[in-house]
């Protein structure tokens, strides 16, 4: 292709509302409809084909989990081994494409997914993993679009990063593909997510293996039928669900594990990075690990702050898709002195607050995800209740009996090191510690050293020396920080994602960033007048 082709400057996609009376509410309902009538069957798609063990799993509405909505059939040992060679097959031609048709499949799958594909994916999104109608647009439209779509203008900035030549010398650099296969785990909370773990490393060059969460088997499904349409070619991302022990395991035990992409538990991926190492000298390469993991995520509020904001960013930040992202605020340090009145805004827009299925567009919560997340958080509220250090000013309730439901709770506790302020729980429950108004810069130090996790934080505050303190205090707290915003919703192209600490490698998803660990740099000189005689001229004599 001769030609200096240029990726088009990306934009933001739009959040369509589904209002009343509009035609995406109407067409949304009606794919929701269709979805809910039929029981679909899911492969595992290696090398471009469908594979059926007859290992089956069924796919469930978390808020209604009488409702099946496909079954899937889970991989094996045999069928990692069918997918790695499927993958080592492709990566030569793959690898060698020019960049802009690689390109191409992926702006390709922006478009269809921004249109044919919009309502299955988000319609999958809320139905098997309960996401509410403007949850699913956000994540599984917007936000993967936008992957879709700002990738690939990433990619073509780093192939234009170039060294410094001299006369008589050309210089340049090639940004390879990993030599050996991408293996790919992604989340259930976030579609966005799975969608792109394993095409990001793709649009580099390499080929993937995907093992999508169990609990969100059925939209990653679609995703991978939509790649397909989009024109990958076969090999170059293969679909391989089922359980971590029977699908990480042996992949991990493949010499051309040339990298790991993950988003899931910090206990799950430190356990990776302990096997790739005790296993470090079987692999052709050293494999790259990307990983996104747990938070422990924080709002901290100076005397100063605006009240309403607060208990908007407090509510929304932790209810949300049921507390459910790796961001959601989990945490929070607030004064004494504006303790009452924040907590009288925050409880009457509690009361406020509707949860159920997410056919009915008025609700703002759902059920959470399966049954394990369901025990683990009553666990944390049970602890709460017994506990002489902390007091439930909200919710605390719960009900399993149709869905995983469980009623946003505030917590309030005394002790700061409490458990319910040091874990992650990973649902609606908030945990609040109110802190002397004249202890600002201690409690700050609090916030720093209470958690091992270090993913998002944000900090309410008009006095502009406080937000500076909390800056600087605060600097190795949150991989994202916020000023006077809640710290959920970072968009591709404006905050890019990701935490230190125990909450991950902080390779940012959504920037150049992420895309530079799945390249492999070879650098060429090429001398265009090379020399003819090894004497240098210090040699001759005076």
Same mark, same amino acid.
């Given at each position: 292709?001769?030609?200096?082709?240029?990726?088009?400057?990306?934009?933001?996609?739009?959040?369509?509302?589904?209002?009343?009376?509009?035609?995406?509410?109407?067409?949304?309902?009606?794919?929701?409809?269709?979805?809910?009538?039929?029981?679909?069957?899911?492969?595992?798609?290696?090398?471009?084909?469908?594979?059926?063990?007859?290992?089956?799993?069924?796919?469930?509405?978390?808020?209604?989990?009488?409702?099946?909505?496909?079954?899937?059939?889970?991989?094996?040992?045999?069928?990692?081994?069918?997918?790695?060679?499927?993958?080592?097959?492709?990566?030569?031609?793959?690898?060698?494409?020019?960049?802009?048709?690689?390109?191409?499949?992926?702006?390709?799958?922006?478009?269809?997914?921004?249109?044919?594909?919009?309502?299955?994916?988000?319609?999958?999104?809320?139905?098997?993993?309960?996401?509410?109608?403007?949850?699913?647009?956000?994540?599984?439209?917007?936000?993967?679009?936008?992957?879709?779509?700002?990738?690939?203008?990433?990619?073509?900035?780093?192939?234009?990063?170039?060294?410094?030549?001299? &006369? !008589?010398?050309?210089? =340049? +650099?090639?940004?390879?593909? #990993? %030599?050996?296969?991408?293996? $790919?785990?992604?989340? @259930?909370?976030?579609?966005?997510?799975?969608?792109?773990?394993?095409?990001?490393?793709?649009?580099?060059?390499?080929?993937?293996?995907?093992?999508?969460?169990?609990?969100?088997?059925?939209?990653?499904?679609?995703?991978?039928?939509?790649?397909?349409?989009?024109?990958?070619?076969?090999?170059?991302?293969?679909?391989? &669900? !089922?359980?971590?022990? =029977? +699908?990480?395991?042996?992949? #991990? %035990?493949?010499?051309?594990? $040339?990298?790991?992409? @993950?988003?899931?538990?910090?206990?799950?991926?430190?356990?990776?990075?302990?096997?790739?190492?005790?296993?470090?000298?079987?692999?052709?390469?050293?494999?790259?690990?990307?990983?996104?993991?747990?938070?422990?995520?924080?709002?901290?509020?100076?005397?100063?702050?605006?009240?309403?904001?607060?208990?908007?960013?407090?509510?929304?930040?932790?209810?949300?898709?049921?507390?459910?992202?790796?961001?959601?605020?989990?945490? $929070?340090?607030?004064?004494?002195?504006?303790?009452?009145?924040?907590?009288?805004?925050?409880?009457?827009?509690?009361?406020?607050?509707?949860?159920?299925?997410?056919?009915?567009?008025?609700?703002?919560?759902?059920?959470?995800?399966?049954?394990?997340?369901?025990?683990?958080?009553?666990?944390?509220?049970?602890?709460?209740?017994?506990?002489?250090?902390?007091?439930?000013?909200?919710?605390?309730?719960?009900?399993?009996?149709?869905?995983?439901?469980?009623?946003?709770?505030?917590?309030?506790?005394?002790?700061?090191?409490?458990?319910?302020?040091?874990?992650?729980?990973?649902?609606?429950?908030?945990?609040?510690?109110?802190?002397?108004?004249?202890?600002?810069?201690?409690?700050?130090?609090?916030?720093?050293?209470?958690?091992?996790?270090?993913?998002?934080?944000?900090?309410?505050?008009?006095?502009?020396?406080?937000?500076?303190?909390?800056?600087?205090?605060?600097?190795?707290?949150?991989?994202?920080?916020?000023?006077?915003?809640?710290?959920?919703?970072?968009?591709?192209?404006?905050?890019?994602?990701?935490?230190?600490?125990?909450?991950?490698?902080?390779?940012?998803?959504?920037?150049?960033?992420?895309?530079?660990?799945?390249?492999?740099?070879?650098?060429?000189?090429?001398?265009?007048?090379?020399?003819?005689?090894?004497?240098?001229?210090?040699?001759?004599?005076?």
């Amino acid at each position: 292709m001769n030609g200096v082709i240029k990726i088009p400057c990306p934009a933001n996609e739009p959040v369509l509302v589904y209002a009343p009376g509009s035609p995406e509410k109407a067409s949304l309902k009606a794919e929701l409809k269709k979805m809910l009538g039929e029981e679909i069957e899911i492969p595992l798609i290696i090398g471009g084909k469908e594979v059926k063990t007859g290992n089956l799993a069924d796919c469930l509405c978390p808020h209604d989990h009488s409702h099946v909505l496909g079954r899937y059939h889970k991989a094996g040992p045999d069928e990692i081994t069918m997918a790695v060679d499927e993958a080592n097959k492709a990566w030569k031609d793959w690898s060698e494409m020019d960049w802009i048709s690689r390109a191409s499949i992926f702006l390709r799958a922006a478009e269809l997914l921004a249109t044919k594909y919009r309502d299955v994916v988000n319609a999958s999104t809320m139905l098997g993993q309960s996401k509410t109608v403007h949850q699913a647009e956000i994540d599984a439209a917007c936000e993967l679009i936008d992957f879709y779509r700002y990738n690939p203008y990433y990619m073509q900035k780093i192939y234009e990063e170039q060294p410094d030549s001299s &006369p !008589g010398i050309w210089n =340049y +650099v090639e940004y390879r593909a #990993l %030599e050996g296969f991408v293996f $790919a785990i992604t989340p @259930f909370n976030f579609t966005s997510i799975a969608g792109n773990l394993p095409t990001s490393p793709a649009m580099m060059g390499n080929t993937v293996l995907w093992k999508p969460a169990s609990s969100a088997v059925y939209s990653a499904y679609f995703i991978a039928l939509l790649l397909k349409e989009a024109g990958l070619p076969d090999g170059v991302i293969n679909f391989i &669900p !089922g359980p971590g022990r =029977y +699908v990480g395991d042996p992949v #991990l %035990e493949k010499a051309d594990l $040339a990298g790991v992409h @993950f988003t899931g538990s910090t206990a799950v991926f430190q356990a990776i990075w302990k096997t790739i190492g005790s296993s470090i000298i079987n692999y052709k390469t050293y494999p790259r690990i990307v990983g996104e993991t747990g938070g422990k995520d924080f709002v901290f509020v100076h005397s100063s702050t605006d009240v309403e904001a607060v208990a908007t960013a407090l509510l929304r930040g932790a209810y949300e898709y049921q507390g459910q992202k790796c961001s959601a605020v989990s945490r $929070a340090y607030i004064p004494a002195d504006v303790w009452p009145a924040v907590k009288d805004q925050l409880l009457d827009e509690l009361q406020t607050l509707k949860m159920g299925d997410v056919l009915d567009f008025s609700n703002f919560m759902a059920a959470v995800i399966d049954k394990a997340a369901f025990d683990s958080i009553v666990e944390y509220i049970e602890y709460a209740k017994n506990s002489e250090t902390a007091e439930i000013i909200f919710g605390g309730t719960y009900d399993d009996s149709k869905g995983y439901f469980i009623q946003p709770t505030v917590v309030v506790v005394t002790d700061p090191h409490h458990k319910l302020m040091e874990e992650e729980i990973f649902g609606p429950v908030l945990t609040i510690y109110i802190y002397p108004e004249n202890q600002f810069t201690e409690t700050l130090e609090l916030c720093d050293t209470t958690s091992p996790y270090a993913l998002t934080g944000s900090i309410f505050a008009n006095d502009r020396k406080a937000i500076i303190e909390a800056y600087q205090s605060l600097r190795h707290a949150a991989g994202n920080f916020y000023i006077n915003d809640k710290p959920t919703g970072a968009v591709v192209g404006q905050q890019p994602f990701g935490g230190a600490r125990g909450s991950g490698t902080n390779d940012k998803a959504g920037s150049f960033m992420n895309l530079l660990r799945w390249v492999s740099a070879r650098t060429v000189k090429e001398s265009l007048n090379p020399p003819k005689d090894y004497r240098y001229p210090f040699l001759g004599e005076e």
